[in-house]
């Protein structure tokens, strides 16, 4: 069975320093994965997906297939950036995703 | 907002009792989902459903039920059977065969007195 871990419930940076947010995932098949945010009073929402190789609002994460994970990036955190991340797998079929635990981040002025 | 919505956004349950939380969306999404958040544990899938009139079960259906009627519709009851009901639920909906883009509802809260 798929299996994504968060390992850090809480995350403490202050504004301007790099922040990585882990993810490790287990799955038998090839694995999409995505990153989805929750800032306060807001609604669950996508952030980013490993196959558009894309940097959203600064952040990026590369999937690495041999140490099975999918770290969140981003070089310089802002204080807006303060919310709570999951890390997501779909499996192969599409029909649903398995989420991490969450973590949950706050920069500091 | 709009697209999905969720009622009520707090819900108390006696023991005992059977409650329902609806979820409605008129995004034309064919695929819909219930999670149940709770802290340290991110969100674990109840049920979900690809299309009308078919559901399946999560990783915690136990204690929960659903039913998917109408394609805009996917009510999910919280039956005495579950233990810990107290939690926030979070409804979603996709484009089916396209987890990854849910559209998420902005949850319930569900206490038990």
């Known amino acids: 069975a798929q299996r994504v871990t968060q390992p850090e419930k809480l995350l403490s940076v202050f504004k301007g320093a790099p922040v990585e947010l882990k993810c490790n995932y287990s799955y038998s098949g090839s694995p999409e994965l995505f990153w989805y945010v929750q800032y306060s009073r807001q609604r669950l929402q996508l952030l980013l997906r490993h196959i558009s190789r894309e940097s959203i609002k600064g952040f990026t994460a590369d999937l690495n297939k041999g140490e099975t994970s999918f770290h969140l990036k981003k070089p310089f955190a802002q204080e807006e950036d303060s919310a709570m991340y999951y890390c997501?797998?779909?499996?192969?079929?599409?029909?649903?995703?398995?989420f991490g635990e969450g973590t949950q981040l706050t920069v500091n002025p | 907002d709009g697209g999905i919505t969720q009622s009520p956004k707090y819900l108390f349950r006696k023991e005992g009792q059977n409650v329902t939380l609806s979820c409605e969306q008129n995004l034309n999404h064919d695929a819909m989902y219930w999670y149940r958040q709770d802290p340290g544990q991110g969100l674990r899938l109840i049920y979900y459903?690809?299309?009308?009139?078919?559901?399946q079960k999560g990783d915690i259906a136990e204690g929960y039920s659903v039913s998917r009627e109408k394609k805009e519709s996917f009510p999910l009851t919280v039956t005495s059977a579950q233990k810990n009901p107290t939690a926030f639920y979070l409804c979603?909906?996709?484009?089916?065969?396209?987890?990854?883009?849910?559209?998420f509802g902005p949850g319930t809260r569900l206490l038990v007195l």
């Open positions: 459903s690809q299309i009308v009139n078919d559901f």
């Open positions: 979603a909906s996709s484009i089916a065969g396209d987890a990854e883009t849910q559209y």
């Open positions: 997501a797998l779909r499996e192969t079929s599409g029909s649903r995703l398995t």
